[in-house]
């Protein structure tokens, strides 16, 4: 393959001010692959609400503040361009399609990585957080573990499937749920949400209900779910999940939003022996869940668990799903100069489904 020709500096959407809402396009120098690494020339990015938690430092658990400067994003797709020294026997070669997930690199020595669990290594790198991220034309990633992109998924809509896709993928994996059984998506019509809707109802055969504003019925429904409840006017989400759930309430729950009150009600929408599955990040001071008491626990037979994304397998599976076409993102394009504009309508709620930027 005829050598491609790589620009020194190439365009990047900073976070120019941490803790609001402010991004600015600057020219940054084009980096060089170290050992085991490789160049992308990154085509499209998705932009997802964690993002934005960086960028406002939203996030109390976060160990330092994000610095100005910091390019964000990590739901990056892109052609390889050059292989640093050492990856003469990688599975992967220049010119080939890729993805940058959340977790950039890990380590493959932990406990975590030697059990399988690379979702949760413990020296993690992070996209868009203390490492460079994908809202940017060029970025370094290790040839060992950027995820291929199956031949025919357009590119635009494989960026989301990066984290949103795989991350509720891996959710409901963890839920329990079995074909049939009902499952209540908290945030159904965002830009996980409908992913969810979709992975659920199609690929896992469960009931599904979805919850959301009002405005994103239609989404949702169109993405499988069998019923909807609209935040606006329901007195009670619990008592509206019993209503259709035969009075017993849902197999699980999918938590799949910032949002406190939503976790504050989630185990009351759970039937005996239900899991409640925590996935989106609380912004502020977390709101105790009541029902969160062991004698409740217990006599319910009740479990929580929390999963943050999915790891390099599923990520594979789930552009697989994709490629497929049983699950497609429900996105529009927009150019990286409207970065402002886009987290705005996210912090605003309106937001529906998934945006993503072309990096050209």
């Known amino acids: 393959m005829a050598e491609v020709e790589i620009p020194k500096t190439h365009k990047a959407a900073v976070y120019d001010n941490p803790g609001s809402i402010s991004t600015k396009v600057e020219m940054l120098e084009t980096p060089e692959p170290g050992p085991g690494e490789v160049l992308i020339n990154l085509t499209h990015s998705g932009v997802c609400h964690s993002d934005m938690g960086v960028m406002m430092n939203n996030w109390a658990g976060l160990p330092f503040p994000t ?129 969810a809707v979709q992975f659920s109802s199609r690929a896992m055969a469960h009931r599904v209900i979805g919850v959301d504003a009002a405005s994103k019925k239609e989404l949702v429904l169109s993405c499988g779910a069998e019923h909807f409840i609209p935040l606006e006017g329901t007195e009670s989400i619990p008592e509206a999940t019993k209503a259709l759930t035969g009075g017993l309430g849902a197999h699980a729950v999918l938590v799949l939003t910032a949002n406190n009150a939503a976790y504050a009600s989630s185990l009351d929408m759970l039937r005996f022996g239900g899991r409640v599955v925590c996935v989106g990040v609380p912004e502020g001071e977390p709101v105790p869940i009541k029902s969160a008491l062991p004698q409740f626990m217990i006599a319910k037979a009740l479990s929580i668990v929390g999963v943050a994304v999915g790891d390099r397998k599923e990520a594979i599976e789930c552009l697989d799903f994709a490629a497929r076409g049983v699950v497609k993102t429900h996105f529009r394009v927009e150019k990286m100069d409207r970065l402002t504009d886009v987290f705005q309508e996210m912090f605003d709620g309106k937001l529906k489904g998934r945006v993503v930027l072309d990096l050209s």
């Open 67 to 195: 610095q100005p400067g910091q390019v964000g994003g990590h739901e990056g797709v892109g052609k390889i361009v050059k292989m640093g020294p050492g990856t003469e026997n990688a599975a992967v070669k220049v010119g080939d399609r890729v993805g940058i997930k959340w977790i950039s690199a890990i380590c493959d020595s932990c406990a975590a990585c030697l059990s399988g669990h690379d979702g949760v290594c413990f020296n993690q790198k992070i996209s868009g957080y203390y490492t460079p991220g994908t809202f940017q034309q060029y970025v370094l990633g290790p040839a060992s573990y950027v995820t291929p992109i199956p031949e025919g998924l357009d590119s635009a809509a494989a960026a989301p499937m990066l984290c949103a896709g795989v991350t509720t993928y891996s959710a409901l994996r963890k839920s329990n749920a079995e074909s049939g059984q009902w499952v209540v998506i908290l945030g159904a019509g965002g830009g996980l949400g409908h992913l």
